[in-house]
């Protein structure tokens, strides 16, 4: 593994604070929480950890709209608990990502209820997209963009004075303003966050919406208004990816560069992009922007071997080819989780997508490049497909009357020990629940069962990663695809470390039968490849 640039193979496990582990016992987990389960997480083998957002926030998309980019919500602790959070993980060698949210912010944020209480065309609205409205009485919307969790993109506000006045720009709630980039306030305001930050000893920043914040300076009418809620994903070319903000990553990679050059620590910035394609996904890490960008087509790829293999071929050829490496990602917050994905839901832990998502992490950890894993996907959680209405926290749900794509599903506390809820995540002194109720059957799933069954996923992926540390082979590099039967995906990395998935149902000939294995998620006798198992062993190619 390159030690200086850790980050180029590095293994990330994402923290969703609120359903980590709760140290208070009201029902919502918090950073101490976190500190407690490093010790879990090094056991593990990752590298580093990136926690979603814990500053201050009305919470009314979990954290992703930010009242104050300095602080912690008295919900997750405070400053001295981030510090010792921070100083734990560093003891045990796990470096710390930030989750940083610059396209929009709380319109609780001390600016927003400024801009509200300043007139039009002041300097306190220009740091927002402030605009008047079209017709007569200007009660209609400046464009017809639509906001990518529902309804329109734009709220008209009540002047100081009592009359209805200009709208402001939202993609995604009312409650979480976009900032106007084309104001160098917003930029600097943004500089000195970084380096609070920065100061504070964090090693990176994952950034939230990364082909946002930049807008068409003329706010023109889009040709398909409803493309961004009908998809739920940044597809107006009007209001993402403009080219403009290729130079703030230039920036904030100048800011990292300078930390790393006071003490020889290197900074990580990954991005969250959402682009048309692995070229135009490319420009975002060139070698003076972002380290990092997540690539979601694997995520997003049927389970089938010829759209597997389309994808890494894509990703390597365009992204590896800047001199960044890809960084694939299978669960996050936002998605629905893999074992449900692929298949029918699993509650006893076996079915189709139970496999498939075996396979499919075996596969991930043998990529070149960094790997993301979401928390529970070391469990094989499913989604819990079946929390009633009124438990439903998501914004898209309230905004929408919709089920479809509700991410509460994926957010339900982790289980950690027991028999029943709230299985060790909380301890309960608090008389509180958890935040979204867990099923019973979580109890399959539990962190202490988990670790107990060396079958488990928890030690599929923990064998996985420490053949990652171990071989040379692995990690950064390249790989080169093997002649296989339809239905199965075979690469070399390395010095003949193989790697195969079959994607069928029906047992097949390994490419190399008889190599004793290094890692498997199922069973392979005599080289044979059962449907929806990965492999991996050395071969003399």
């Known amino acids: 593994m390159n030690r200086h640039h850790w980050w180029r193979d590095a293994v990330i496990y994402q923290v969703y604070v609120r ?5 208070t016992g009201d029902g919502v987990g918090d950073l101490a929480g976190v500190r407690t389960g490093l010790p879990y997480l090094r056991k593990l083998g990752v ?10 926030s009305p919470q009314h998309d979990h954290g992703y709209d930010v009242a104050d980019y300095r602080g912690v919500d008295p919900l997750f602790g405070d400053l001295d608990e981030f510090d010792a959070l921070a100083a734990a993980a560093r003891r045990l ?5 930030l989750d940083i949210v610059p396209n929009h912010c709380s319109s609780e944020h001390p600016w927003f209820r400024e801009a509200l209480e300043s007139p039009p065309g002041s300097p306190a609205r220009a740091r927002f997209h402030f605009a008047d409205g079209r017709g007569p009485d200007g009660n209609e919307p400046p464009n017809n963009w639509h906001a990518m969790f529902g309804g329109p993109a734009w709220t008209r506000v009540t002047e100081p004075d009592g009359r209805p006045g200009q709208w402001y720009l939202h993609m995604f709630t009312p409650e979480q303003p976009d900032w106007n980039w084309r104001t160098p306030e917003v930029a600097a305001e943004f500089d000195r966050i970084l380096r609070f930050w920065l100061d504070r000893g964090v090693d990176g920043f994952r950034i939230d919406v990364a082909a946002g914040l930049y807008k068409h300076p003329e706010l023109p009418d889009s040709p398909d208004p409803e493309a961004d809620a009908r998809t739920r994903d940044s597809v107006n070319p009007l209001a993402w990816n403009q080219p403009e903000v290729h130079d703030v990553w230039r920036q904030w990679r100048a800011v990292c560069e300078e930390y790393t050059a006071r003490d020889g620590r290197e900074r990580l910035l990954v991005g969250e992009v959402s682009v048309p394609s692995a070229r135009e996904h490319a420009r975002y890490v060139r070698p003076d922007e972002l380290h990092q960008a997540f690539f979601f087509d694997l995520l997003g790829a049927p389970w089938d071997s010829d759209a597997f293999r389309k994808v890494i071929s894509e990703a390597m050829q365009d992204i590896a080819g800047t001199g960044s490496t890809v960084t694939w990602v299978l669960n996050n917050h936002d998605q629905v989780r893999t074992v449900t994905r ?3 839901p699993a509650t006893d832990g076996s079915g189709p997508g139970t496999a498939r998502a075996r396979a499919a992490a075996l596969l991930m950890l043998a990529l070149p490049g960094a790997a993301y894993i979401y928390q529970g ?3 094989g959680l499913p989604e819990v497909v079946d929390l009633p209405d009124d438990v439903l926290t998501d914004p898209i749900f309230h905004r929408t009357g919709s089920r479809a794509r509700v991410r509460d599903g994926c957010r339900v506390p982790l289980p950690w020990s027991g028999q029943a809820s709230p299985f060790g995540f909380t301890s309960g002194d608090g008389g509180a629940k958890p935040w979204l109720p867990q099923p019973e059957y979580f109890a399959e799933y539990a962190t202490d069962r988990a670790l107990a069954d060396t079958r488990s996923f928890w030690h599929l992926y923990r064998d996985g990663l420490q053949l990652r540390s171990e071989l040379p082979q692995l990690g950064e590099g390249t790989l080169r695809w093997l002649d296989t039967p339809p239905g199965v995906l075979a690469f070399v990395r390395g010095d003949g ?6 994607f069928g149902t029906a047992p097949t000939p390994a490419p190399v039968p008889g190599a004793p294995l290094l890692a498997s998620d199922g069973p392979c006798p005599s080289g044979v490849l059962p449907g929806s198992t990965a492999a991996w062993w050395i071969a003399d190619l």
């Not at 359903?19 to 140290?23: C, Q, R, T």
């Not at 060698?93 to 990502?97: K, Q, T």
């Open 19 to 23: 359903s980590f582990l709760d140290s």
């Open 47 to 56: 590298d580093g950890i990136w926690l979603s957002p814990f500053y201050p």
């Open 93 to 97: 060698g796990i470096r710390v990502l």
């Open 342 to 344: 692929y298949g029918e």
């Open 377 to 379: 996907e070391e469990l």
């Open 497 to 502: 470390l193989v790697c195969a998935v079959n």
